[in-house]
């Protein structure tokens, strides 16, 4: 069982719906990433958590570190949302970093 | 302008001929690190560093060597490629280990192929 879960693995919204990609881990950690991937490949971090709640733009994300569980939100999705959102995790005192498989995003107009 | 630059973005090679990847970064950070990312298995750790002379095994560092002789460098080594390291790698640096508030900066990746 992979230390690192994603759901859903697809995703597939209309523009303007509101979105939510699931992370689940089962490792202690000191931070949660949250990383985008363009369909060219490039990787962009979007947030860096180790609490509650941080927003940028339509983006939001929350963990709960009791629950092990951290939610991206994308509201008002749009068609160049569409990309693969990858949850990342830095394990407890080390520093290695273990990855989800990803969600794969589409937003049709 | 802000980056991580990895040289070369396309190589394609023959097994067991030394190459190395390199990977440069003009922020000052003191955090590197190298992963791979391959269809079905997402994005592993190699190697990282958490600054000049620290480097500290990853999830798969099999097959690799890193060194960090300057803080800007980290350059990735496979001393013999084998086809099963054939791969998209990537190059990321923070200011700290952790990541600071803008995360983690991400070079725009290498596919290697080995024949």
């Known amino acids: 069982k992979n230390e690192v879960e994603q759901s859903p693995q697809n995703l597939t919204a209309q523009e303007g719906e509101f979105i939510t990609i699931n992370c689940s881990y089962s490792v202690g950690i000191s931070a949660l990433h949250w990383l985008q991937q363009h369909p060219g490949g490039g990787i962009v971090s979007l947030f860096m958590l180790s609490s509650g709640k941080k927003k940028h733009g339509r983006l939001i994300a929350t963990i709960n570190i009791q629950e092990k569980h951290s939610s991206l939100h994308i509201t008002a999705s749009h068609p160049r949302d569409s990309a693969v959102y990858i949850c990342a995790v830095r394990r407890g005192a080390v520093s290695d970093m273990r990855f989800g498989a990803g969600t794969r995003l589409t937003v049709k107009p | 302008e802000a980056q991580v630059t990895q040289n070369p973005r396309y190589l394609i090679t023959v097994t067991g001929k030394k190459l190395t990847v390199t990977c440069s970064q003009n922020m000052n950070h003191e955090y590197m690190s190298w992963y791979r990312q391959d269809p079905g298995l997402g994005l592993r750790q190699i190697y990282y560093s958490m600054n000049v002379e620290v480097t500290d095994k990853g999830d798969v560092p099999e097959g690799y060597k890193v060194s960090r002789k300057e803080k800007r460098n980290f350059p990735l080594i496979l001393e013999s490629p084998s086809p099963n390291q054939t791969s998209l790698y990537f190059c990321?640096?923070?200011?700290?280990?952790?990541?600071?508030?803008?995360?983690?900066?991400f070079g725009s990746g290498t596919r290697l192929t080995v024949v």
């Open positions: 990321a640096s923070s200011l700290r280990a952790g990541g600071d508030i803008m995360g983690y900066t």
